[in-house]
């Protein structure tokens, strides 16, 4: 297993009172594994990635524990995951693309990050270009500021740079959202060779967007209002979904053959709860199509109903 979140409880404290982002979380990742995350915005999906490598500002570790190879990570003392960060666990955040120091040429900016986990970027520079070439970014880039970049090469810019010291884990937020169509897939394959060839052991791909997932990822987790609502190998979960939520989100996407990427989403009705002051019970009771009363009272708990088949839902098993 490389990665294990056990009860992962992370809140942003607010004026309003503790916005409760991540509510115990559990889940695993085995080595080798492409994890896809999704669910819709404002579930927790960037805060789970984040609370993984960096917490910032008003997050707060309530609870929980995450365990990445078998080592705890400190995820609440930022000092100390400065000895993980980037070389065993790194991020593509949601902005990656704005987060380019403007004001540095890329190969001094690599060099100054890889400096940081003690490595010299004269070691690292013939690595460095053959990972540029495999991404189609010619080495003169390094000599470039980002502002000289199009979207789609900082894009793979910032891939390889995030996996240049192969971390053991990777955190993919959103990294396709803001790109066309066909850098989108390109970009979406890229992650998986980088995977392939041994860059980055696993990930965490978070998307909205679950075609891109259906392409890349080995297994699929659907989280709904800071819980995860299901957690099943990629086909099982398109074939055979469980959670009513899960059946709703694969439900609206376009038939298989259909060209994905030209649809989004239809929706499903109604909003989720506020996180403020989440509803007793199951989270996603006000939208279910088959609520029973016990769903009012009791939170259905996050159980194994087959082998690698995760599911919170009293309707499940
Ligand atoms: N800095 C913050 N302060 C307070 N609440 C936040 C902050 N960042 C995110 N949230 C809240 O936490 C919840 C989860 O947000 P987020 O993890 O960004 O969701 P997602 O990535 O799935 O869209 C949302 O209700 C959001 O409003
Ligand atoms: S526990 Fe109840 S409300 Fe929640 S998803 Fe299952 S059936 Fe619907
Ligand atoms: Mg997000």
Redesign the pocket.
């Known amino acids: 297993m490389s990665l294990q979140v056990t009860d992962l409880r992370v809140y942003?404290r607010?004026l309003a009172g503790d916005?409760k982002?991540l509510d115990g979380v559990t889940f695993g990742i085995a080595d080798g594994e492409i994890m896809g995350l999704a669910?819709?915005?404002?579930?927790?999906?960037?805060?789970?990635g984040n609370s993984l490598i960096r917490m910032e500002?008003?997050?707060r570790h309530v609870g929980g524990t995450v365990t990445l190879d078998g080592v705890p990570l400190p995820i609440d003392d930022q000092a100390d995951m400065n000895h993980f960060r980037f070389a065993e666990v790194s991020i593509i955040p949601?902005y990656a693309m704005s987060a380019l120091n403007p004001t540095r040429k890329i190969g001094k900016m690599v060099g100054e990050l890889v400096a940081t986990r003690g490595v010299r970027y004269h070691d690292i520079r013939e690595e460095l270009e053959r990972r540029l070439e495999l991404v189609g970014l010619a080495r003169d880039v390094l000599d470039r500021y980002p502002i000289e970049l199009s979207g789609g090469m900082k894009q793979r810019m910032v891939m390889v740079l995030s996996t240049l010291l192969d971390p053991s884990l990777l955190i993919a937020?959103e990294i396709t959202s803001a790109l066309d169509v066909s850098s989108q897939r390109a970009v979406a394959q890229t992650l998986v060779e980088f995977r392939d060839r041994g860059f980055v052991k696993s990930m965490i791909v978070?998307t909205h967007d679950v075609s891109i997932l259906y392409q890349i990822s080995n297994t699929l987790a659907i989280?709904y209002a800071?819980k995860l609502a299901e957690k099943a190998p990629t086909d099982v979960i398109m074939s055979r979904p469980k959670h009513p939520y899960t059946r709703l989100l694969i439900s609206s996407l376009p038939e298989i053959g259909v060209r994905f990427e030209e649809q989004r989403l239809t929706g499903i009705p109604g909003t989720p709860p506020s996180?403020l002051n989440p509803p007793t019970g199951c989270r996603f009771r006000e939208r279910c199509p088959i609520a029973i009363a016990r769903c009012t009272d009791e939170e259905p708990p996050f159980v194994e109903v087959e082998p690698n088949h995760s599911v919170a839902c009293w309707m499940a098993s």
């Open positions: 942003y607010t916005v982002a669910g819709e915005s404002g579930c927790g999906k960037s805060t789970l500002g008003r997050m949601q937020d978070v989280m800071g996180l």
